[in-house]
């Protein structure tokens, strides 16, 4: 897949969370990026909004950011687009977009791999006014239909971890039901890895081949997610393969 949105100077120093960054932007990302500042949802609400960006930077800038503050704490393999997150110069959030599932695509008739995208990692800085998650994704879905050819984009929210994807329900993604639960992988060091993260660092997934090479490998059962799929090609909804399905909402106990 090629997607060539600006050019980055891998020379460049990464910033900090909240370091101010040259008028250029973070990590010599080009003034190529003003295009991606239009309204669109969820990027109006506020005047402090207007004033927030979503630029590319490299993947180093987009790792530091991730490891230090996601929940996740790393970036996941296959990451293919990182944006920063800018609010008065200061580089204050990050989110990535890789391959995700192998299979994914297949959710969507006549697909191929290239033609969809995974979010996989978001996160802001407590700073930022409320509704910024609309904003950024808003974005960034609008920078892949204008500089790319990917068809969709996946997400999938964590309800292990209390998410059950209201940013994907308030900006308009198509919501498919749970995920078919995949285990994360540690190799000894505390670290929770995806099966694509240890299949592009190492080439394989395999237990057997970690334990083979004297790895203590544990397998961390994981629950099934929530997934939704946003159209960037409206188009191709209707080649969309499984069921629509309501949104899921929190359960509030009654008092009885």
Known sequence: MAIV??????????????????????????EGTAPFQGAGPGSTPRAALHSLLARPIPFLAARTLLVRHHYLHSLPGGTRLAFGVFLNRRLLGALTFGVGPANAHRLVEGAVGDDCLTLT???LNDELPRNSESRVIGISLRALRTHTNVKFVLSYADPAHGHLGTIYQATGWVYTGLSEAMPLYDLGDGVAR??????????THSVKHFQSHGVDIAVLPQAAKHRYLYF?????????????LPYPRK??????
């Open 5 to 30: 949105i600006v050019a980055l100077d891998s020379r460049a120093s990464v910033p900090a969370a909240g370091e101010e960054t040259s008028a250029t932007g973070a990590a010599g990302v080009t």
């Open 121 to 123: 990692r978001l996160w």
């Open 194 to 203: 995806h099966s694509r993260s240890l299949s592009h660092a190492y080439g």
């Open 232 to 244: 960037v090609d409206p188009e191709w909804r209707s080649r969309l393969k499984v069921l629509v």
């Open 251 to 256: 359960v509030v106990d009654g008092d009885g």
